[in-house]
């Protein structure tokens, strides 16, 4: 019963920002994580970013130095701010969250929200 609503996408140039955000509801477990994902036409999903409860922060390669992932533990929300944005970062982002324990294949996923970035 855990649901996940992205917002924040939209039609940007390149080099703009954009800050996505994802409201988490029901139960999650104590220890988790929680994720950004992407999926561009004819690609796999992939990593962008993910973040621990304890606030440990991993991010996919090509976007190192760019994003940043947050989360508001209480609120149940996380974040992705995008800056320096390239054409290559179009795609549908997608929200996960996850046990600690296991890894994001095991989680729970938002409808996910679009960027598409002009060049």
């Known amino acids: 019963q855990v649901q996940l609503v992205e917002s924040g996408g939209g039609l940007v140039q390149a080099g703009g920002s954009l800050r996505l955000s994802c409201a988490v509801s029901g139960s999650i477990p104590s220890i988790n994580v929680m994720g950004w994902y992407r999926q561009a036409p004819g690609k796999q999903r992939e990593l962008v970013a993910d973040i621990t409860t304890g606030g440990w922060t991993n991010y996919g390669d090509s976007v190192k130095g760019r994003f940043t992932i947050s989360r508001d533990s209480v609120k149940k929300m996380v974040y992705l701010q995008m800056n320096s944005l390239k054409f290559e970062d179009t795609a549908v982002y997608y929200c996960?969250?996850?046990?600690?324990?296991?890894?994001?294949?095991?989680?729970?996923w938002g409808q996910g929200t679009q960027v598409t970035v002009s060049s």
């Open positions: 996960n969250v996850h046990d600690y324990y296991t890894n994001y294949r095991s989680g729970s």
